[in-house]
């Protein structure tokens, strides 16, 4: 399985960007697809999942009302629409996969990576 993840770059705080990854190859019928990232000097944290039918999603406090995750036009796609950008929400984003579909917020379940996008608020 490999992970195409798009749509990083420069914004100004209060801006928007919407990052979109594509999975490629054998993927299971329902896995859980997510964004995590990593700022400068920090861990990689969680930022939001989807199961396969969009069914259900899940969000860190840190993304909750400004960020929303959904399924593109096919359900190996996913994007990250992030809005009210804040210098906090520099980092590198990475999209994961987990083929076991558990809808989990540690980066440990996740056995599939992307490459990583960056995106940087300017202040």
């Known amino acids: 399985v490999q992970l195409q993840a798009s749509g990083g770059g420069l914004v100004q705080a209060g801006g928007s960007l919407r990052l979109s990854c594509a999975a490629s190859g054998r993927t299971s019928t329902s896995h859980t697809m997510a964004w995590f990232r990593r700022a400068p000097g920090k861990e990689r944290e969680f930022v939001a999942s989807?199961?396969?039918?969009?069914?259900?999603?899940s969000y860190a406090d840190s993304a909750k009302a400004r960020f929303t995750i959904s399924r593109g036009t096919t359900k190996n796609t996913v994007t990250l629409q992030m809005n009210s950008l804040n210098s906090e929400d520099t980092a590198v984003y990475y999209c994961a996969l987990d083929p076991s579909n558990r809808s989990s917020r540690f980066r440990e379940h996740y056995r599939y990576w992307g490459q990583g996008t960056q995106v940087t608020v300017s202040s």
């Open positions: 989807i199961t396969t039918n969009g069914g259900r999603t």
